[in-house]
């Protein structure tokens, strides 16, 4: 069966260090998602890609935040300075068509901001 | 925005017997209602949804229930398995218009399904 890839599965990095999580999504796909899960609270929407471009942002996405799709696969969350309240679970998903919500998530990178 | 309230947030069965969580939303123009299943150490997986035009789902051993007028579904689990541990979530968006597919959360309920 198909699946959202990430990677990697854990990042450590020290507060104000650039980091990049990647993700692969389902193939076949055509709409992309970052979300975030702080220890203990709810599953938080991030952004939405669509042809290219950014469709949505929360709050939570401020400057500090970039995504890109580099290539035909892969989906990548960049964040330019980190700050300790980064650290998080952060799941990449991926839906095929606009009409259909059903997301697919990845297992997420567990990011731990020092 | 939308918020969504999740309850309880804990839930302890024993095997073979039914589990029933319950969520409410605030927002009336949501009309996509997904629940997901969440193991550890894997990221969410969507085990079944509803659409506001449809009041009730049937998926084998799972089912999804939608008031609209209360702003709340809840979703059962019968003839619950250990394998049915995990934690679960339900969620709410207002798609499918572009630029609002963004799905709101609940806080998750740890589901404990005792052998």
């Known amino acids: 069966e198909p699946e959202v890839t990430q990677t990697p599965s854990h990042q450590v990095t020290q507060m104000g260090q650039e980091v990049i999580l990647r993700c692969v999504p389902i193939s076949n796909h055509l709409y992309f998602y970052w979300y975030r899960q702080i220890l203990g609270q709810k599953v938080e929407f991030l952004v939405s890609?669509?042809?290219?471009?950014?469709?949505?942002k929360s709050e939570i996405f401020d400057d500090q935040f970039s995504v890109e799709r580099p290539d035909g696969s892969n989906f990548t969350l960049k964040i330019r300075s980190t700050k300790l309240e980064d650290s998080a679970m952060y799941f990449c998903?991926?839906?095929?068509?606009?009409?259909?919500?059903?997301?697919?998530f990845g297992s997420g990178t567990q990011l731990s901001v020092l | 925005g939308e918020n969504v309230e999740q309850h309880p947030s804990t839930l302890s069965v024993q095997e073979g017997d039914s589990a029933v969580i319950k969520c409410t939303y605030s927002d009336s123009a949501s009309n996509y209602f997904p629940w997901y299943k969440q193991e550890l150490g894997k990221g969410p997986q969507l085990i079944i949804d509803i659409r506001s035009n449809v009041g009730e789902k049937k998926d084998q051993r799972i089912a999804v229930t939608l008031n609209k007028t209360a702003k709340h579904f809840s979703l059962h689990i019968t003839e619950t398995q250990p394998e049915d541990s995990a934690v679960y979530f339900c969620a709410a968006s207002k798609g499918p218009v572009p630029g609002r597919r963004a799905l709101t959360f609940g806080s998750g309920t740890r589901l404990q399904v005792q052998p």
């Open positions: 998903a991926s839906s095929y068509i606009a009409t259909n919500e059903k997301l697919f």
């Open positions: 890609f669509y042809n290219n471009e950014i469709s949505e």
